[in-house]
Nanobody, 124 residues
Framework: QLQASGGGLVQAGGSLRLSCAAS????????MGWFRQAPGKEREFVAA????????YYADSVQGRFTISRDNAKKTVYVQMNSLKPEDTAVYYC???????????????????WGQGTLVTVSS
C-alpha cells in the first residue's frame, strides 16, 4: 500500500527527493516516517511527520540536510535530501503508523505499513 520511489546514484553534495505514494487507503490521519538500512547495519530512523504535517522529527545525522513533507490530497510523503554524504547510502523505506493521530514516534516497531524500499547510493 506504500510505494517508495526516487532513489538513485548521486555524488556527494548532491540532492535527491524520495516520494512515498499510498494506494488502497488513505494515511491522512497517520504519522508517516522514513527509515533506512545500510549494508550490514540495522534499520534506523531518518525522519517522521505528523498527520497534519505540523510536526516533524529528524535523526541527528540528517538534521538540517533532510526535509520531510506530505501532501495528504496526493496521499504522498516526501523527503528532500540535500548535501548528501557517502554515509547516507542505504535502502530507504517509508512507513505509516496505523494509529490515527498518534504523535510521531522514532521506533520502527510502531509503524505497521512499510513500502518496498528505494536504494540511494552516494558516491564520494
Amino acid at each position: 500500500q506504500l510505494q517508495a520511489s526516487g532513489g538513485g546514484l548521486v555524488q556527494a553534495g548532491g540532492s535527491l527527493r524520495l516520494s512515498c505514494a499510498a494506494s488502497g487507503r488513505t494515511f491522512s490521519r497517520n504519522t508517516m516516517g522514513w527509515f533506512r538500512q545500510a549494508p550490514g547495519k540495522e534499520r534506523e530512523f531518518v525522519a517522521a511527520i505528523s498527520w497534519s504535517g505540523g510536526s516533524t522529527y529528524y535523526a541527528d545525522s540528517v538534521q538540517g540536510r533532510f526535509t520531510i513533507s506530505r501532501d495528504n490530497a496526493k496521499k504522498t510523503v516526501y523527503v528532500q535530501m540535500n548535501s548528501l554524504k557517502p554515509e547516507d547510502t542505504a535502502v530507504y523505506y517509508c512507513a505509516a503508523d496505523e494509529d490515527d493521530y498518534r504523535i510521531p514516534t522514532l521506533t520502527s516497531d510502531d509503524y505497521e505499513y512499510w513500502g518496498q524500499g528505494t536504494l540511494v547510493t552516494v558516491s564520494s
